[in-house]
């Protein structure tokens, strides 16, 4: 999907088939490069699509949300953990996030939690928004990127 700005409604949010793997792989690549430019454990685009192809979508439930055609929402969860949930940028305002978030709640009938970087404020607003509370911080100390240096980091949970 080009980076154009998406001016129409959700047609859908459904489950995600192994043929949706590379574009899963590039909202969240592409979400990651435009809210969070400072993270430096960010993977290059080939190995976001082997990951999204060979990890992402057989270990989670994995659900997307379509506009014409096009991915523009990824929500991934695992055994209550609401592990990715990304909204291309030009997708953003459009109720995308919250669709993502219903979904996942709805799946999630006993509660979620995700970790989200202090320094994505915008990210850490959502999730209050819709109904998400902060348990604690922490720091990621390698949970992303072997590589990486201990990045500060906010537990939120949702309780039903």
């Known amino acids: ?3 154009e700005r998406v001016t129409a ?3 859908d949010v459904r489950r995600a088939t192994a043929s ?3 574009a899963v792989a590039e909202v ?10 400072w993270f430096t454990g960010r993977n290059t685009l080939d190995e976001d699509r082997w990951w999204a192809s060979h990890v992402l979508l057989h270990k989670a439930d994995v659900w997307v949300a379509t506009v014409d055609g096009n991915i523009v929402g990824v929500v991934a969860l695992h055994d209550g953990w609401l592990n990715q949930l ?11 996030g919250h669709r ?3 979904v996942a709640k709805r799946e999630s009938p006993r509660g979620l939690q995700l970790w989200v970087f202090r320094r994505n404020a915008v990210a850490a607003r959502f999730l209050e928004t819709v109904g998400f509370s902060l348990v604690r911080e922490g720091t990621s100390s390698g949970r992303h990127s072997v590589s990486e240096a201990a990045e500060p980091e906010l537990l939120y949970r949702w309780v039903p």
């Open 28 to 37: 969240i690549h592409y979400s990651t490069a435009d809210s969070m430019p």
């Open 1 to 3: 999907m080009k980076r």
């Open 20 to 22: 949706d793997a590379d």
């Open 86 to 96: 990304f909204v291309r940028t030009t997708a953003k305002g459009f109720g995308v």
């Open 9 to 11: 409604h959700i047609d």
């Open 100 to 102: 993502l978030v219903e």
